[in-house]
Every structure is written in structure tokens, then in C-alpha cells.
């Protein structure tokens, strides 16, 4: 493979030398289901190709094969439960490809409409996760309005999860649910990185819709909010694309910024009793519930663009093409925050994004990253309008303001970005069957 | 099946008897990829299925299964090619299912810069169209800034498409081209629905990028404008999604009216050779070429949402569930304008959306629609902010300027629908290898 090709100033090289670099070799390598049999067959010379399956011992050849090549294809009919009992679906479950973010001002200030809503938003949305209207797309009563708007129908479930979370608004003076209200719910304080816009933030409710189908996604958005008129009005919204978060198994999808985002998110079923599932030291009915942070995060993506490579990856901690940490050479190396080059520095800076980040530096803290890739179009000022609709989940909101109180001071990344939208929300156990989200508050 | 259900009061039934009324019963049926396993296997009782069979003969069950289900996944290996020498790909290439539309003002007067932007777009597209980055995600070189912004690195092809369009203003007198116009290619005329906002009107080029996964798409659009700064700047753009527009041999997915769109489109050969690719009659640079129309549809989809269905359908002339003319029974029954039911009555509304735009009462004028939907979120004034990009090609845009000021003076569909983005665009035929898009404009 040749060092010698400049591509900063040329725009159309053959890439072969760069997506050469980027296969695993060796069997050492963790599963990579974005792997395209494309590299190997196509766009690459063929010696080089040859070169490159003898090094790493054949290992990559039969690892772009198998069920770890995503780009295979999606499974529409796949299906969740809804009347788990436990857990909302939509944060333990594998991220999907699209996700519609919507969150709603209650303005009716009658606990019973709150109940009403809840009530029938968990009966519809265990509906469309089955990949069902919501009723009739077209009724047969001459005279009906159709409760399902029917741009969903026939598309299968495409694995939609729709998860409800609770604002803190729900619990101040308007529904006499004060002693309801989990421990920890309160707005977020200021954080050092915060841009945030008035038209983002905030919201009594809120409801993640995510699929493998982004009209699935959008459906179940709109006719939930079409069904709370009267009750709620729409806040703000974001619609995220683009598998920008990776679960167990997965390959390590990428953010605007081009780099693989959520290598060292939490993974093993441990981290998420331990980290995520509110367990017994809150309000009695959160129990199995969790912390919703929800941030609208801009990118300053064409001033990034124009960073240099080398830069980028100090200020991430990574590699761009393989995502490995600089302390090491593969993406799953557990990075060396302490490891020096041979001149004596260090190899990962202290502020970059993954040493700030690291559960090793901040106590143990540990949040579950849930994020997708978002673009409003073009700015006023002609630039491309694009960021991360992150959202995460923990067992306390401390834990993200323990993480982003560090990273909004130091972040070599806040030159690049900006947190312009903020929610919080406390995340109810999914019902049972016959019963409702949040049902345990009017008990 | 029963008919008694009252789907506009009850908010969550069993969708059972809807469902099942609109699966295909019979061999006359046409394919319907669309069709989901589930609703045979869950969701509807055992003894309706069985019924449904029998009455059906058995043929829709074993429909079910076959190639005909949309919902068995995509291919992110399928890659189209770029150096066809006959027409651009996007336009009669099966739809896929995202869009990312952009168009951009010449900021430079320079014909050499325009010249050498479109040689170095069309390497570019090429290789994007291939899967493969526009030169390395992460330059070797210490310093180097990386041509390619990496976030659709290893996600395949996923059947790209990027057609790129000439407006108006490259033949105005900057570029010494007058000579070259096309000979139809001027700013559309005032319409009888326009609402258009200056921020979505115009472009001296256009860019449409089609894909299988919204981040290729958005990757190839956000790289061609990184290459095109200092020639050109942005305009407006769309991102759109859902499969709103059918092929030969697909299914025929729905807008956000919650109508099938596209079920009369443009499908045979002899209809693209008549009605999309320009012939002799133009300069004859623009043989294999064609027009394109982009517009913005803003549809006010929760004024819509609460009409009745049986006046939704009055307004487009079909079914809601089935799609079919409301002369006939089934989604591709030719539509008959003529006939009557009992009272008298004309069945299809001289006034609805599909008698207006029917080739059969406009002497014969087609044009291929290629649409998508989008979402801008929520509007100032707190609703969904939705609707359709509709972007069409033609032979001569003048078949566009005939439907639009017929639909527009007498469409039903004009109290729920703004066109509020606009742009006309003549699109070059392929460049053979070694070539480039529009090269014979500078011959």
C-alpha cells in the first residue's frame, strides 16, 4: 500500500490505499457489519486486494460475507412488544435507523385529560408497534373521519419503538402530582456549552419515536399528536437519520463530523442495571424507568470540514477511518489515557472528546448514548444546517451534568459545536398488558 | 367482515376488517410488493384469514410470500453507473427511497470555473455512485485536510443516484452560452397555486441525490458543495423520504395525504421515449436530456386529517385503502371520467386531482413524477410542517405549465396544498467515459 498519495489536494484518487487500511485483518478484530463485499470486489485492484487477504490471513475475505454485512438489508416485519411489564422498548433496544423526536406542552391543566392521554397513547402506540393503524385508514361509515392518517399502512412495523417520557411539568401545581415526582426531575441547570434556542427546549412530555422506516416513524408522531389535541400542543422536534448509534453486536455507525460515534457506548446487560434502570432509590413507580436527556447538538460542519485530519483526530482521541484510539490501533482497544509517544507527550489529549468523556476519568459514570444524525438544510447564512439529535438514558440526571459540566468547559469539540436544544424527562416502566404508561401516578 | 365498526369514534380498534379489505383477493390482482406477512399471521383472527383465502381463492396468500414483499429488505451493495453515455440516472432509475435536493447560485461569471466545477462534479459523482469516498476519509499526510468528510464511509452504494441540473442563469449572458439554451428552458411563468417563498425558488444548478440510506445521500450532496465553494453557493434544499414515488414493478407507497401517489405514472419504455427524453427538436447538445421541475408542496396535513374520507377521496378521485378510481374496484382499473353511479352522478369529480391531471383530458401530456416526502418539523404557528418535493421530468417543460394551471385553477386539492418552492432546470445526458456532464457546452 503507498503513503504517497496527496489527497488533500486531489479530490478524485482512487481510494484503494485508504479503504485497504480500513479492513480488519486478522481474527482478532471484532465483528463489523458495515463492511461492504464492495471493497473487495470492485474499486480495488485485484493484486492488491490479494496482498492484503494474505496479510491478515483470509480472515477479512470471509468476514465480508456473513451476517455481518449490514448492508444486506433491513428487516421490515420486525416487531417489539409494547405490554412488557418491565422496560420501555426504544432504549435497550437496538437503535433503528431513523428517529422522529417530538416533545408537547400540556395545556389542559386537568390531571384526568393527562390521565385520558396516557391512557390512549399507550393503547395507539402498542397498536403501530404491531405495525397496525390506529383504526381505520378509511372508514366504512359514510361520514367518518379516519382516526389512522395512512401513510404507514402496509409498511410493517420496521421495528418502531415509541418511548413516552414525563417533563417535569407534569409534577408541578397544575395535576396535584407533586409527591409523584421523581427525585431527581428538574430542569437541567445552566451547562457551559449551551446555545440554546428558545424553540428547542423544554416540554411536559415527550415521545421518541424510532424505526426502520423513517414515514413509520414520522406516522406515529403525527397521529399521536393529532390524538392529543386539546390536551397537549406540539414544542419542538428533530427527525434523526442515520444509525449514529451502535448496540451490542453492531458496527459502529458514523456522525457529521465522519467519525465512528459510540464505540464505547454501554453494551453489557450489567452497565444497564447498573447505569441505566432506575432501581429502588427513587419514587416507587420509576422503578425500571430511566432519565431521558434529550440535546439538539449543531454542528459547525463546513468549518470542521476544513480542519485538517490530524487535528481532528486530537481533538476526538481517534482515528478517523478505523476509530481507534491513538493510544492503539484497532476501535475496540481500550484506550490508554496515560500511554506517551516517543517524544514524551501524551497520546491522547486530556481534553479530548473520548479522555473527558471516559468512564475512567469521571468516577465510573456511565450514560447509555441513543443519538442520530439530523440536517435542517441550509443556515440563513448559506451554510448546511446539520448536527446530532443526541439523546441518552441514565438511572440519575446527574450523571449527564457530571459528564457535560467537564465536557462544555474542555472539549477541544466545542470550537465545532453548539447545544442549542435541551429536554429532560423522567422515563415510566413499560405497562403491562391491560394497563398504561404512567398509570401508577393516578393510583 | 363486519362493517359496523365506528373507527371515527373509537380511537384504538382492531384494525382487523380494514386490513383484510384491502388485501388482494384474486389472481386480476396486480403484484403488490407493499403487502405485509403480518397482516395474514397476526393482528387479524385466524377464521377471517381463512375466509378471506377461501373468497379469494387462495391466490392472496400465496402473493404474500413471494418477491412481491417490499418488506424484505434493501440492497446497500446495489450500485448504478455513472458513464452511460445516454441519460442521467435518477430519472427513469427504480425510485429509491431518500432524496436529498439542492440548488446553487454561481457565485463566479468565470465559464471556465463553471466548466471545470462540472468536470469536477461528474469524477466526483462517479465515484460517490461506485460506494467510494472522493479521496481518502483520513490522508496519510500529516497536515492534510481530507477530501472526503467520511460519514458514508463503508455504508455501499446503496443505489446513488446524483443528477445534476442547468438552470436558466447558465445560459444568461455570464457564461457566453446563450447560444447553447435550451430552447424551452425558461423561469417557470406565474401559476394559478403559487405561494412561493424566496427562499425556496430558483438555482442556476441543481443537484438531485437519490439513495436507499438518507446519510449516503446527504454525504454525496455535502461534499459536492464542499467542491463547488468559491464557484457556487447554496440555494434551498429538501431532504425527502417514504418511497412516494413508484416504479415498474413496485408497490405504489403513499404521501403524507395518506394516499397512494404515483399509481398512473409513467412506467413503459415508449412513454419515457415520448414524454421524458429530449428528441431532435431541442439543441441538440440536449438529446438523451431531459427537463426537470422541482417543487415544494407544503400540505396543511392536519386540515386534511380532519375531513372526512369520503370527501379525501372526492378531492383526489380514488380510494383511500385501496387506491382505486372511484370509477372501479381495483388500484389499476383504468380510470373511467365518464361514468355514472345510480343518481346520475359522474363518479370521479371532474375537479379531483386525477381527473384534472389525466393524460386523457390533456391531449395526451405525461410526465414522469419522482417525489418524495419531507418534514420541516413544526411551524411557527405550532402545527407539522410537511408535504411533498415534487420533482418531475419532461421532455418540454411546457407539459409541467399545462397540468399545473389546470390543477391549479380547479383542483379540489388546492384549500389543503401550497406550492411554496419552485425551480426548472434542463438536465444533460450522461457523459460517456473520459467525459464530463454538460462538456459539449464548451465545444
Redesign the interface.
Same mark, same amino acid.
Given at each position: 500500500m503507498s503513503?504517497q498519495?496527496?489527497?488533500?489536494r486531489?479530490? $478524485?484518487?482512487d481510494?484503494t490505499?485508504? %479503504?485497504m487500511r480500513?479492513q480488519p485483518t486478522g481474527p482478532d478484530q471484532p465483528a463489523r457489519r /458495515?463492511?461492504?463485499? *464492495?471493497?473487495f470486489f470492485?474499486?480495488a485492484g485485484a493484486g492488491v486486494v490479494a496482498g492484503a487477504l494474505a496479510a491478515g490471513g483470509g480472515t477479512a475475505f470471509a468476514m465480508s460475507h456473513g451476517e455481518d454485512d449490514? $448492508?444486506?438489508?433491513?428487516?421490515?416485519?420486525n416487531?417489539y412488544p409494547f405490554y412488557t411489564g418491565t422496560h420501555q422498548a426504544g432504549i435497550q433496544t437496538e437503535p433503528q *435507523?431513523y428517529c422522529v423526536y #417530538?416533545t408537547f406542552d400540556l395545556v389542559s391543566a386537568t390531571a384526568t385529560d393527562l390521565q385520558v392521554l396516557l391512557a390512549?397513547w399507550s +393503547?395507539?402506540i402498542a !397498536?403501530l408497534m &404491531?405495525?397496525?393503524?390506529?383504526?381505520?385508514?378509511?372508514?366504512? &361509515?359514510?361520514? +367518518?373521519?379516519?382516526?389512522?392518517?395512512? %401513510?404507514?399502512?402496509?409498511?410493517?412495523?420496521?421495528s418502531l419503538t415509541v418511548t413516552l417520557g414525563l417533563g417535569p411539568g407534569v409534577f408541578d401545581h397544575r395535576f396535584g402530582l407533586a409527591d409523584k415526582k421523581p427525585k431527581l426531575l428538574e430542569p437541567l441547570p445552566a451547562l457551559p456549552s449551551d446555545q440554546l434556542q428558545k424553540g428547542y427546549t423544554g416540554g411536559d412530555l415527550s415521545l421518541q419515536a424510532c424505526a426502520d422506516?423513517?414515514?413509520v416513524a414520522?406516522h406515529a408522531i403525527?397521529n399521536l399528536?393529532? #390524538?392529543g389535541r386539546g390536551t397537549v /400542543?406540539?414544542?419542538? $422536534?428533530? #427527525?434523526g437519520? /442515520?444509525?449514529a448509534s451502535a448496540g451490542k453486536g453492531q458496527?459502529t455507525p458514523?456522525?457529521?463530523?465522519?467519525?465512528k460515534d459510540g464505540t464505547r457506548n454501554i453494551k453489557e446487560q450489567s452497565d444497564f442495571t447498573d447505569h441505566v434502570w432506575v432501581g429502588d432509590g427513587d419514587v416507587a413507580w420509576m422503578r425500571g424507568g430511566s432519565y431521558q436527556v434529550a440535546r439538539k447538538i449543531q454542528m459547525n460542519?463546513?468549518i470542521w470540514?476544513?480542519?485538517?485530519?490530524?487535528d481532528q !483526530?486530537q481533538v476526538i482521541g481517534r $482515528?478517523?477511518?478505523v476509530g481507534a484510539p491513538l493510544s492503539g490501533n484497532a476501535e475496540f482497544d481500550t484506550p490508554n489515557f496515560t500511554a506517551k509517544d516517543a517524544a514524551g507527550d501524551i497520546k491522547i489529549p486530556v481534553t479530548s472528546h473520548i479522555a473527558l468523556a471516559a468512564h475512567e476519568n469521571n468516577n465510573g459514570v456511565k450514560i447509555l448514548r441513543r443519538s442520530y444524525?439530523y440536517?435542517d438544510?441550509?443556515s440563513q447564512f /448559506?451554510?448546511?444546517d446539520?448536527g446530532l439529535l443526541f439523546i441518552a438514558y441514565m438511572d440519575t440526571p446527574q450523571s449527564f451534568i457530571q459528564l457535560q459540566e467537564k465536557l462544555g468547559s474542555s472539549d477541544l469539540l466545542n470550537e465545532y459545536i453548539g447545544h442549542i436544544g435541551s429536554g429532560i424527562f423522567a422515563i415510566p416502566p413499560a405497562p403491562a398488558q391491560g394497563h398504561y404508561l404512567g398509570e401508577a401516578l393516578f393510583g
Open positions: 503513503d498519495q496527496d489527497a488533500g486531489d479530490q $478524485t484518487p481510494a490505499a485508504d %479503504e480500513d /458495515g463492511l461492504s463485499r *464492495r471493497g470492485t474499486g449490514a $448492508t444486506e438489508g433491513v428487516d421490515f416485519n416487531s *435507523r #417530538m390512549r +393503547a395507539a !397498536q &404491531q405495525g397496525k393503524p390506529i383504526g381505520a385508514v378509511a372508514p366504512t &361509515q359514510p361520514n +367518518a373521519v379516519a382516526p389512522d392518517t395512512g %401513510e404507514a399502512y402496509n409498511l410493517g412495523p420496521s422506516d423513517p414515514q414520522y403525527r399528536a393529532r #390524538m /400542543g406540539t414544542r419542538w $422536534t428533530v #427527525m437519520f /442515520g444509525r458496527s458514523r456522525n457529521l463530523l465522519g467519525f460542519i463546513e470540514d476544513a480542519d485538517r485530519v490530524s !483526530q $482515528t478517523k477511518n444524525n440536517t438544510g441550509i /448559506g451554510q448546511l446539520a
